[in-house]
C-alpha cells in the first residue's frame, strides 16, 4: 500500500523568502504526485501533479515540485513565498491501477508567513 | 470555485442521530470521493464511487454508508453519531483513475 510523510508539522517564512516543503512517498510502482493546497475554511486546491514525463513540474500560484525517484522525493518549492501562501499543504500520491483510485494524503504542512 | 458542491456547510447535532452529507460532482466527473479530516486523524478516505457503483473503500466506519445516485450525485449517510465522528467531510471528484481530484468546500459535522 502506498504511504506518504510529510515531516515538517509546521513551517514559518518571512515573506519573500524562499520555501520548500518536503514529501517522502512510499509505492511500488510508478506513482502519481500531487501536491494540494487548503486555506482556512476552504476545500482542498490542486497546486500540482507529476504523472510522467519532466520531473520538474510547475503548477499554479508560481510553485514548483521536483520528482526524485532515487529519493522517492516530491518536495514543493516556491522561490519567494507571498502572504498568502500561509496555508496548509498536503502532498498526495496516487495508484496507477485502475482498480484502485484513492490518494493517500500525507498529514500537511502548515505555512505560517511573518512579514 | 471547483465545480464541486456539498451540503450543508454546517451541521450540528446530537449523539445517536443520524445525518446525511450531498455531494454534486463537478460535470462530467464519473468518481466521487468521500474524505473525513479531523485534527487527530487528518485526512482519512472514506469510500470511492464510479458511475454509481462502489470502487474502494478506505477507513469507513459500518454507521456510515454512501451511495451514488444515477444523476451521479452522492450522499454519506453517518448513523449513531458519536462526538468522535465530529470533523469535516469532504467530497471531491474526478474524471478518470488519475488520482487528480477536485474537492467540495467540505460540510463540517459537530456531534454534541
Known amino acids: 500500500a502506498q504511504s506518504v510523510t510529510q515531516p515538517d508539522i509546521h513551517i514559518t517564512v518571512s515573506e519573500g523568502a524562499s520555501l520548500e516543503l518536503r514529501c517522502n512517498y512510499s509505492?511500488?510502482?510508478?506513482?502519481?504526485l500531487f501536491w494540494y493546497v487548503q486555506s482556512p475554511g476552504q476545500g482542498l486546491q490542486l497546486l500540482l501533479k507529476y504523472f510522467s514525463g519532466d520531473t520538474l513540474v510547475q503548477g499554479i500560484k508560481g510553485f514548483e515540485a521536483e520528482f526524485k525517484r532515487s529519493q522517492s522525493s516530491f518536495n514543493l518549492r516556491k522561490p519567494s513565498v507571498h502572504w498568502s501562501d500561509a496555508a496548509e499543504y498536503f502532498c498526495a500520491v496516487g495508484a496507477v491501477d485502475f482498480g484502485n483510485e484513492k490518494l493517500t494524503f500525507g498529514t500537511g504542512t502548515r505555512l505560517t508567513i511573518i512579514p | 470555485d471547483s465545480g464541486v458542491t456539498q451540503t450543508p456547510k454546517h451541521l450540528i447535532t446530537a449523539t445517536g442521530q443520524r445525518v446525511t452529507l450531498r455531494c454534486s460532482p463537478r460535470s462530467g466527473d464519473l468518481s466521487v470521493y468521500w474524505y473525513q479530516q479531523s485534527l487527530d486523524q487528518g485526512l482519512q478516505f472514506l469510500i470511492q464511487?464510479?458511475?454509481?457503483?462502489?470502487?474502494a473503500k478506505g477507513n469507513i466506519l459500518e454507521r456510515f454508508s454512501a451511495q451514488q445516485f444515477p444523476d451521479l450525485h452522492s450522499e454519506l449517510n453517518l448513523s449513531s453519531l458519536e462526538l468522535g465522528d465530529s470533523a469535516l467531510y469532504f467530497c471531491a471528484s474526478s474524471v478518470g483513475p488519475t488520482g487528480e481530484l477536485f474537492f467540495g468546500e467540505g460540510s463540517r459535522l459537530t456531534v454534541l
Open positions: 509505492y511500488g510502482a510508478t506513482p502519481y
Open positions: 464511487y464510479y458511475n454509481g457503483e462502489e470502487r
